[in-house]
């Protein structure tokens, strides 16, 4: 790996020349009392006020907040339907279909070759070590003129840990390209957030969510932290209303409670501690990955069984035991301590063993 990153290099010469849609909202700036420039309902909305206006494309009330809560500021961010949107973006302002390609780690979040699918967009695999961290002489090799970008998901899911910080950096210090780092379970890690280095490495992207530790997977709000200069790829090819206002509207109140978010967070942490705790005591579990996430993957004997078992028993985890590097696992995301104890007592039901 070499770097001399260059974000103009990258671009498809069509996003260079691409003139985004200019919206009405996008064009007026201020305050006015009469609207009448986006064709909406001048008689309101039967749900709700204000709800016959469109929303704020940039959203610029929510990244407000977002500012004092993770410290970054308001021009680093970029909002999207999920992190789902903010990958598939990347994928079509920075790969040519056909021609470019980007680099996978698995075990990893399944989107990432999902939208590479989507995007015609090939994609090489250099598989995680068997502890589940990067390769760096693998990912050296694979790396050719034609590659674009590499995602990189810490906490990694479907197995928890968070990945060797200095191996991330080496790959933004040497790659010339993206170096995308998927932190939507950053919560619930001690490792720090690689959003306060976005001065020091303007290649990196990074990957958040509101769906996991502020409870909002509805609301579907993800975030990507960048340098100035890819947020503004982003917003100029982004769907001109991305984010709805009812979407807008629920996140301004939810950030007001972060106090309850923290409390939650540290609750999911001692369930998790404490369930990896109490299966590990079982001879039938091989191995419990050391989880920074709202889950554990778990190794134990007749994966498929006791999936089965606990599914007949109303009680749905996740059979990652086909996934490379993951055979023989369940992964069981951390709920409330009556979840928790119910997953508990069935699994100790299957294997025949008494639960004290």
């Known amino acids: 790996m070499k770097g001399s990153f260059n974000l103009n290099t990258l671009l498809r010469d069509n996003i260079k020349k691409l003139v985004p849609y200019s919206s009405a909202r996008s064009e007026f700036k201020g305050e006015a009392s009469v609207l009448l420039d986006a064709n909406e309902n001048a008689f309101g909305s039967p749900y709700r006020e204000n709800y016959h206006r469109y929303p704020d494309p940039l959203q610029h009330q929510v990244k407000a907040k977002l500012t004092k809560i993770k410290g970054v500021p308001a021009e680093n961010i970029f909002l999207g339907n999920g992190s789902d949107e903010a990958i598939d973006l990347l994928f079509r302002a920075f790969c040519t279909p056909g021609k470019d390609n980007v680099i996978l780690v698995p075990p990893t979040y399944g989107m990432y070759e999902v939208s590479a699918n989507i995007n015609d967009v090939a994609f090489k695999k250099v598989n995680l070590t068997v502890d589940y961290q990067l390769d760096l002489d693998a990912i050296a090799a694979a790396i050719d003129a034609h590659t674009k970008m590499i995602f990189i998901c810490s906490p990694n899911n479907p197995t928890g840990n968070s990945l ?166 369940l992964r069981l995301t951390i709920g409330t301590a009556e979840e928790n104890a119910a997953v508990l007592a069935a699994v100790y039901t299957f294997y025949g063993v008494e639960l004290n």
């Not at 004997?301 to 985890?317: M, T």
């Open 164 to 329: 060797n910080r200095q191996d991330i950096e080496t790959v933004l210090v040497n790659f010339d390209g993206l170096v995308i780092v998927d932190e939507a379970y950053i919560n619930y890690s001690k490792q720090p957030s690689f959003t306060k280095d976005l001065a020091e490495f303007p290649n990196l992207v990074v990957l958040q969510t509101l769906s996991k530790a502020w409870g909002l997977a509805a609301l579907r709000l993800g975030m990507a932290f960048a340098s100035t200069s890819i947020i503004e790829v982003f917003n100029k090819i982004k769907p001109p209303y991305n984010i709805n206002q009812a979407t807008q509207d629920i996140v301004l109140e939810a950030l007001d409670n972060v106090e309850q978010v923290n409390t939650w967070i540290k609750a999911i942490v001692e369930e998790r501690e404490s369930l990896s705790q109490r299966l590990q005591a079982l001879e039938q579990v091989e191995h419990i990955t050391p989880s920074d996430a709202n889950f554990i993957l778990v190794k134990l004997e007749e994966p498929k069984a006791l999936y089965n078992f606990l599914v007949s028993h109303g009680i749905i985890v996740r059979d990652r035991s086909k996934v490379e590097l993951c055979e023989g696992c």
